[in-house]
């Protein structure tokens, strides 16, 4: 068992993988030892939305955090799809978190610690990342978070 796999074991992250629906995307595309991944959201094994609506609002930034936590653990799906082997994951370079929110909830940082959190959990110093986070308006299937990443990769 990879270092990473029993990192996820130890917090009880289980990873599970999805189809990506629609010819012109992919989960993850690399270029050369970058892999950029595509935006993820907080949906089940099956693509339904585990948390839906807008923070401050209809959701608390407790829920936002999980909500982009999952997020990441789906990320993690994805990046173990495209690369074989999270072990091969030398850091993760950047991430970009949609938030979506009410108009008086400005804690959208806050709510992609979530994110990132989960990221150092699994990856440790290698799992830091510079990172953007951004409210708006609405987001697909009214999920409350959405996040893109870049990880640098190691063959």
Not at 7 to 25: A, F, M, Y
Not at 150 to 155: H, T
């Amino acid at each position: 068992m990879s270092e990473i796999e029993k990192r996820l074991q130890e917090h009880g992250i289980v990873i599970q993988r999805k189809d990506r629906h629609g010819q012109g995307t992919v989960a993850a595309k690399r270029y050369k030892d970058l892999l950029f991944v595509s935006g993820h959201g907080p949906v089940d094994s099956e693509g339904k939305a585990v948390y839906t609506g807008k923070l401050g609002t209809e959701l608390s930034e407790e829920e936002g955090y999980q909500a982009a936590r999952i997020c990441g653990i789906n990320m993690l799906a994805s990046v173990k799809d495209a690369i074989g082997d999270l072990d091969r994951v030398a850091y993760v370079v950047k991430a970009f978190g949609l938030v979506a929110s009410g108009p008086d909830f400005y804690n959208q940082p806050k709510v992609m610690n979530g994110f990132s959190d989960l990221m150092v959990e699994v990856f440790g110093e290698r799992g830091q990342h510079a990172r953007s986070a951004m409210g708006t308006c609405c987001l697909p299937q009214n999920i409350p978070v959405e996040v893109e990443a870049i990880f640098r990769i190691r063959d």
